[in-house]
């Protein structure tokens, strides 16, 4: 393990771990655009950038809350709870997300779900691991024996996804909205086969797309290429549905 990805890990966990002292306790405010955040939003970037800056001052950082700073050649990004309205609404699938991007491309990535004490991480060309072992995707597909997973069902529909995913959805034994980086961390971690995210931001699905792939599977956007501003996370057994889906 390279001192850069114990650092992001050490920076992840520590960052995750201050917002447990507000869940199901936090006030929620409004952002400009309407989004939920709460202080341990705040407080959790804010540790974060400040340990970012004391190792890795030369680097730049992009977060959900302060925004971007510094080279974006090689940033870190910075997601302090990925699921604020899950947090909100007492729900312990929330995480904090922490890579960083050479030229646009995530070298390491970390997501620590403090409420669950879960723990993935990836570095590129070095495989992915879940609680500290190795983690892969699914390799045999049992439909029989696995849930399906979506983020944003209404956004779906709106995007005309929804009919096509409830069709797979009646041939599996469900689909549940683990959404954010939940359900890519369920892909990546081998406990279901699908993960469909309607609308992203880099620093929403840059440490999922590396653990994901690091894991032996694909995250893209519709289209097939980088994610962003959706991604679907899949195991290789998918891959051909997803083609016919969505490409």
């Known amino acids: 393990m390279s001192p850069l990805l114990e650092f992001a890990i050490h920076t992840a966990v520590m960052g995750g771990k201050s917002t447990l002292q507000f869940f199901r306790n936090a006030e929620i405010q409004l952002k400009a655009d309407q989004s939920p955040v709460t202080i341990a939003d705040l407080q959790a970037e804010a540790l974060i950038r400040d340990e970012i800056r004391k190792w890795y001052p030369e680097h730049g950082i992009y977060g959900e809350e302060e925004g971007a700073s510094g080279d974006r050649s090689q940033q870190w990004l910075i997601d302090p709870i990925d699921g604020t309205k899950s947090y909100m609404s007492g729900v312990p699938l929330f995480s904090t997300l922490l890579s960083f991007e050479q030229d646009g491309d995530p070298v390491v990535g970390v997501a620590y779900f403090p409420a669950s004490d879960e723990l993935l ?48 959805a009646d041939t599996y034994q469900g689909l549940r909205t683990w959404s954010d980086a939940y359900g890519h961390a369920m892909v990546a971690s081998g406990r279901a086969p699908l993960m469909v995210d309607p609308l992203v931001q880099p620093y929403d699905i840059s440490a999922m797309r590396l653990i994901v792939a690091e894991a032996g599977g694909m995250c893209t956007n519709y289209a097939g290429g980088k994610a962003g501003p959706e991604a679907i996370s899949f195991a290789p057994g998918l891959a051909d549905w997803v083609e016919r889906t969505f490409r």
Do not use: F, N, S, W
Not at 143 to 167: E, I, V, Y
């Open 121 to 168: 991480y990836a570095e590129r060309g070095e495989g992915a691991y879940y609680q500290h072992r190795p983690a892969q995707v699914m390799q045999e597909i049992d439909p029989q024996r696995c849930m399906l997973c979506c983020g944003a069902p209404t956004r779906l529909r709106d995007q005309g996804k929804l009919d096509p995913l409830l069709d797979l």
